[in-house]
Structures are given as structure tokens and as C-alpha cells.
């Protein structure tokens, strides 16, 4: 019996393995070339697909890449999800498709399947604002919302060094202002949203000069968020 078979065999279908815990991947490609990225990334959400995990989260294409050239992504995904009733999703991050919210605009207008990833700390950061302008475009990409990322940026970086610190509680209650109307609108459909606490390390977190030693305790702040969101939610 091969691994992905006894996989799926302890976890109802799901690669959970002994532990019972569910599977989900992050994906994307990292190639220049648009031809040769696609390849990479298709073939790399195929394998992911073939555990049958909970969802596929997408890293796609480039920020230089037209909407033409990550078209075909967009649309493999799509028609992948379809056969396998994987949920895959694709990333408001810097440097991919949805790297900012205008961008992204676009790609919901076009693609009536898209559904996102929203790590929307990427977008305060690119558009230096906490988004008070673009209302508009931030409930539409609300509405295509599957899975949050749930990091909090600023105007000047998708990071804040301490959530917990007094002077971020402007950009922590618009954080939770936005994922607040995901969860409510996940509560009236009656289907799953999940949320991972996403606070990463250095160069991230900021650290200090020369010793490169981080400024927060990674861990503790990514204890916090959960916390705040088990809290708030459950």
C-alpha cells in the first residue's frame, strides 16, 4: 500500500496520517519565464492534489506577468478544483498575481471562480494605507474570500513588529474589522472558513542590527493571534 493510500485511509479521506491532523499545501511557482513557470506550477498543484488535502492555497504567477500569462494558471486550477472538489485558492501576496487590490480587481472581474487567500497585510503595505480609500474593492475581494491569512500590516511593511503593542491598534482593529465580515458571511452559508496565524520570522519580523536578533517573540505573538481568533469567532 503506497503512502497517499494509507493517508487518505486514516484521516476519512483527508491526509491526516496517525495523528488524525488534516493536510493542506501552499504552492507556487518561481520561474521568470511564463511558459516555463506555468509547467512548474501545474505540475506542483498536481502533486499537491494527489494527497487530497483540505485545500491547495496558490502563490500565483508573477507580479511582471500580464493577466494573459496568469490566465492559464487561474483557469488549471479552476477546472482542477472542479474534477477533484479540492478547494484551491490563490494569494493576495506581493509579488504574485494578486499583489495589490486593483490588480486584483481586475482578476475577480474576469474570473467569476476565483477564490482568494486573503493575506490583505500585503496590500496595506503596497498601497501604503490601512485601504480606508478602496472600501469598495476590499468588500469585493471580501466576498470571494475562502481562507485567511491572519497577519497584520501596516503602510510601510506587511508586518507589524507586536500585534500586542499599543500603537498597531488602529491596523489590528481594521484587520479584524475586514475577516470579521468573512466570518460572518462563512456563518450564513454554514461552510468552513479556516484561518492560519501567519506572523513569520525574520526578515519579517524585524530584527535588530548586525546581531540580526529578532525585535518580538515569533511564537508568543502567533500564540496571541490565535487566541484572539478562537475567542472572537468560536
Known sequence: MDARRRCRQK????CGGKNGLLLAFLYGGSD????????????????AASFNPIYINCHSGRDHFTIEQNKPLIDFTTDLSKKTGIPIYHE???GRSLFAATVTREYINRFPDL???????????????G???QEETVATALGRTEHIH??????????????RAPEW??????HFAWWDKVVERKKKEGKRLTILTEFGPPHYL??????QLPIADQWAINVHMMKLLRTRYS
Not at 477564490?115 to 494605507?129: A, F, G, P
Not at 524585524?206 to 546581531?211: D, E, R, T
Open 11 to 14: 484521516s476519512n479521506g483527508r
Open 32 to 47: 521568470k519565464d511564463p511558459v516555463k513557470h506555468g509547467k512548474e506550477f501545474m505540475d506542483g498543484i498536481k502533486a
Open 92 to 94: 493576495t501576496h506581493r
Open 115 to 129: 477564490r482568494l487567500t486573503l493575506d490583505i497585510s500585503h496590500w496595506c503595505c503596497v498601497h501604503e494605507s
Open 131 to 133: 485601504l480606508e480609500d
Open 150 to 163: 491572519a497577519r497584520i500590516g501596516h503602510a510601510e511593511g506587511p508586518q507589524v513588529n507586536d500585534p
Open 169 to 174: 491598534d488602529y491596523m489590528v482593529k481594521r
Open 206 to 211: 524585524p530584527a535588530l542590527p548586525y546581531s
